[in-house]
């Protein structure tokens, strides 16, 4: 897609509290929608992704939604632990490039309190 | 496998000058796309290079190039540096899966220009 909107751009929790991140997207073609944790000082990691025929996965503790009708998709994290402190960003394939290049959201800065 | 390898991790260069940055993808990855982390932009698409074509081109001017070569490694080209092309530049190779891209990221240059 050509716009992804990501909320919010801080996000502070207690240890064993849940966090969720929501992204909202603009192109309705849009069929994959992965998400990045990105550490400091560290590469972007895929840490899941969802496609479009399926509105939930999940994988342990984290788990991501998708909401086709409202273009929006969000990333659940479930009794953080302050490993899960990172920058997590979503993303959307760009059009015309075969799903091979992304768009990404803003970025969530997670910050787990212990 | 190893990783997606980016080099060299660091680089310092001055105004006007011009610099060339290397990825070397995952075995077996034909495509390599390529982007600009700054604080402030946040994650931007620059380039993807599939079977050594640049197929797709994000909103960059021309002082930013690049290729990819037979074995699917690829360089960008920045001519010309401005200050305000100081930034992390990552590079992602990808595979298709199912007719999805998974796009997996090396560790980027850090890019400083004084």
């Known amino acids: 897609g050509e716009n992804v909107e990501q909320h919010p751009s801080t996000l502070s929790v207690q240890e064993g509290d849940s966090a969720v991140i929501k992204c909202t997207y603009s192109d309705s073609a849009s069929n994959y929608f992965p998400w990045y944790k990105q550490e400091l000082g560290k590469r972007p990691q895929l840490i899941i992704d969802i496609r479009s025929n399926v509105g939930e996965k999940k994988d342990q503790r984290i788990a991501v939604t998708l909401n086709k009708t409202a273009k929006h998709f969000s990333l659940h994290i479930t009794e953080t632990q302050p490993e899960d402190s990172a920058v997590y960003f979503c993303a959307d394939p760009l059009p015309l490039t075969g799903r091979r290049a992304l768009t990404f959201g803003s970025g969530t800065r997670l910050q787990v309190q212990p | 496998k190893a990783g997606v390898t980016q080099t060299p991790r660091y680089l310092i260069k001055t105004r006007g000058q011009q610099v060339t940055l290397s990825c070397s993808p995952i075995?077996?990855?034909?495509?390599v796309s390529w982007y600009q982390q700054t604080p402030g932009q946040g994650l931007q698409f620059l380039f993807e290079?599939?079977?050594?074509?640049?197929?797709n081109k994000g909103n960059f001017p021309g002082r930013f190039s690049g290729r990819q070569f037979s074995n699917s490694r690829s360089e960008m080209n920045v001519s010309t540096l401005e200050l305000g092309d100081s930034a992390l530049y990552l590079c992602a190779s990808s595979v298709g899966t199912d007719g999805f891209e998974k796009l997996f990221f090396g560790s980027g240059t850090q890019l400083s220009v004084l």
């Open positions: 290079y599939f079977s050594e074509t640049q197929r």
């Open positions: 075995s077996g990855h034909r495509s």
